[in-house]
């Protein structure tokens, strides 16, 4: 359950998720969230008239890489996402699936770690609603975990 399965998103095909087969609707419930939250970030920036540049680089503690400020905070968005929803299952699942809550725990840390880039990072977005959004998304996952 801590491993993420191979999912992805494209822009070509707007609401598509592609995702390997898993045998536990929990995991699949969490990539599925989180692929929805990318294709809702491709689109809110431009839906908001805000564009970002090429810097600033910042690191994400999901993927172990530098991203443009774009890639990270879609990065916070999605995890947010799924942060926020495992615990919420947590109270409702049986004791043998409570490692897939403790893996969406750990998002929650590692959105943590994220929160020094986070603050500079969200001063790119220019605009006032898609800041506050994303900015409720991440306090939500953080009250959550």
Request: aromatic share 10%.
């Amino acid at each position: 359950m801590r491993d993420t399965l191979f999912s992805w998103s494209i822009t070509r095909l707007p609401g598509t998720v592609f995702t390997d087969h898993v045998d536990s609707p929990e995991v699949l419930a969490r990539d599925l969230i989180h692929e929805a939250g990318h294709h809702w970030f491709t689109d809110a920036p431009n839906a908001a008239s805000v564009s970002f540049s090429e810097n600033p680089s910042l690191y994400s503690q999901w993927r172990n890489i530098i991203l443009h400020a774009f890639g990270f905070l879609h990065a916070c968005w999605a995890f947010s996402l799924t942060a926020i929803t495992g615990p919420r299952w947590s109270t409702r699942l049986l004791l043998r699936r409570r490692a897939f809550c403790a893996t969406m725990t750990d998002q929650g840390r590692l959105l943590r770690d994220a929160l020094l880039a986070l603050a500079d990072a969200v001063t790119l977005i220019t605009s006032g609603p898609l800041r506050n959004q994303l900015s409720k998304a991440v306090e939500a996952a953080l009250r959550s975990t």
